[in-house]
């Protein structure tokens, strides 16, 4: 199989970015590339067209390659419920939760078995790979049963490249330490170190990379100098504070929930090609201020959360801001909490079947929990009274719930759907609630929700930004930025040259 690997020396490394660079570069040079990531860690998800969910970063990576996601690119999702549980969502389905040592002693056969399937699956309709690891290749007390790093690689029989991020310091100690920790097996199939998160003048590296090749006799592809603003969908959690860092005041301020188990907080991603919005997430009252509009994202434990924010008085924070004439929009789990009743029929948030608590009373509706998850592409028009009469919007839906609004002269549906009614919209869309995830990729409908908070301000209104045609331009400026900094004339030879010999001792071409 045709392909490559890339592990880090840590978690946030900056793994993801380098494959969605890569899936972005073969495309260029014209082959057909898949990404593949064999188990993932996230709460931030993506829909396939066939309504699975996979991690996110596989699916914006397969946007990069040019081609439809599929489950087989990430066959094993995990999605933390606690510190403790996770659910397994197993090609593209809800499987089962497990705790940490539930899931190693009774899933690891099942997992096997599903890496294989979808290696070659991807291999029948694919050039090449570009598979991802997870956090570190030398985790010794998980290695015995890991899914996902150098078990990975001997399967798909691909060369390894190791990842490092230099901004976190001690790169030197990490790059070697890893390469030390590996069987010796394991190490000749690591055939290149890329560092990453470079700032300063790359000059002032270049005895470093002279002092690595030489003590570790793995060849150095390049030096990737720090990228800001590279506007590439982010994995996880880990990434927030470097992903939505703002050093200046803008003219729109928007305000996110920053949950403890939040998810698909990219939600609100396409603000960062608004050049007069701020994104800043909270997790205090006293951090809350005086937002132009208030985000509660989603959640992968609605209830769990909404104790959270009761407990720091955080609901009286925003019931305030509501009552001031503050702006709202709750997404999924987000939009349960507008809820004045959230109530756990079978037990599938809480654990407790039957458990009730009341919600933030900001729309009159009630949020019922059900056995079976909802995973959808969804499309419809903005209801007439919802204050964007017309507008055509899509999205997709990941939630177990049901949330049934009264609606009345003051709150009217938000969408019309293929399939019914989706959503609240509350005095023409000052309080919306939806279950639509991707609802700010829609331009006209961000656009105009935007021109209305500028409108308040006495701004100027601004024309339509085209987020989607911004995202595939970004895609082809992160290749050749990787391309300017790397080696990609050994990359490929690797690549194209990669081989076992009978003995099955790892070879490449270099």
Known sequence: ???????????????????????????????????????????????????????????????????????????????????????????????????????????????????????????????????????????????????????????????????????????????????????????????????????????????????????????????????????????????????????????????VLRLPYISNYTDVEPFLFEDDVSIRFVEHPNQFGQPDAFIIPGTKSTISDLHWIKELKLDQTIQQYERSGGTIIGICGGYQMLSETLFDEAGSDTGQKGFKVSGLYLLPAVTTFLPKKQTIRSKGVMHHQSGFSGLEVDGYEIHLGTTVVQYDDAVSPLIITENGIDGASYDSGRIIGTYFHHIFENDPFRTQWLNRLRNKKGLPIKEIVQVKQEKADQFDRLANYVKEHLDIDYLMELIESWEKNEDGMVKGNR
């Open 1 to 255: 199989m045709k392909g490559i690997m890339l592990q880090g020396t840590s978690s946030d490394a900056g793994k993801s970015f380098i494959a969605t660079a890569f899936c972005a570069l073969f495309r260029q040079l014209g082959y057909k590339v898949a990404p593949f990531k064999s188990q993932n860690m996230s709460n931030n998800s993506y829909v396939t067209i066939d309504g699975k969910e996979i991690g996110r970063a596989q699916g914006i990576q397969a946007e990069a390659a040019g081609v439809n996601a599929s489950v087989y690119m990430n066959p094993i999702l995990l999605k933390p419920r606690n510190d403790r549980r996770a659910e397994v969502v197993l090609f593209g389905e809800s499987y089962e939760t497990y705790e940490g040592r539930e899931y190693r002693e009774r899933f690891y056969e099942i997992g096997l078995e599903a890496i294989q399937t979808s290696l070659l699956k991807l291999k029948e309709h694919h050039d090449f790979l570009v598979i991802e690891g997870a956090g570190s290749p030398v985790e010794i007390n998980l290695n015995d049963r890991e899914l996902v790093n150098m078990k990975v690689a001997e399967l798909a029989d691909v060369p390894v490249i190791l990842v490092a991020d230099i901004e976190r310091g001690g790169v030197f100690a990490n790059i070697v330490g890893t390469l030390q920790l590996l069987s010796k097996e394991e190490r000749k199939r690591v055939k290149g170190i890329i560092i990453n998160k470079f700032r300063g003048d790359l000059s002032l590296f270049e005895n470093g990379v002279e002092w690595l090749e030489d003590k570790t006799g793995v060849k150095v592809l390049g030096v990737v100098p720090y990228l800001p603003h590279h506007m590439i969908d982010s994995e996880d959690s880990l990434s927030i504070r470097s992903r939505f860092l703002q050093k200046e005041e803008k003219e729109i301020d928007i305000a």
